[in-house]
Nanobody
Framework: QVQLVESGGGSVQAGGSLRLSCAAS????????MGWFRQASGKEREGVAV???????SYADSVKGRFTISQDNAKNTLYLQMNSLKPDDTAMYYC?????????????????????WGQGTLVTVSS
């Protein structure tokens, strides 16, 4: 059973940076796409970034050029480096694992498709 635990959220001013971490256990990394989705108050769930077992990444247009997803397979840890943060990035961020061919972005934001997700970590960006 896959278990995911996020950390690294917090409050920053616009333009600042945060790095989120997701400690994973109970899975074989080569079997899953890993990614991050976010949920802001009053807004739809949004897939942010995904990475497949070969390290191929994909990003939502809203974060391209600012966020970087990476994984350390030796440590079973997924990361999301977030730079140039904006108030619109304020949300609860969740780490997730999914087994869908091609690791499409829609899968990481669709609860019915996910194999596992964490409890979330809150990111607040002030202007």
């Amino acid at each position: 059973q896959v278990q995911l635990v996020e950390s690294g959220g917090g409050s920053v001013q616009a333009g600042g940076s945060l790095r989120l971490s997701c400690a994973a256990s109970g899975y074989t990394y080569s079997s899953y796409c890993m990614g991050w989705f976010r949920q802001a108050s009053g807004k739809e769930r949004e897939g942010v970034a995904v990475i497949d077992s070969d390290g191929v990444t994909s990003y939502a247009d809203s974060v391209k050029g600012r966020f970087t997803i990476s994984q350390d397979n030796a440590k079973n840890t997924l990361y999301l480096q977030m730079n140039s943060l904006k108030p619109d990035d304020t949300a609860m961020y969740y780490c997730a694992a999914v087994r869908v061919s091609g690791c499409p972005m829609w899968a990481i934001a669709t609860m019915g498709a996910l194999d596992a997700w964490g409890q979330g970590t809150l990111v607040t960006v002030s202007s």
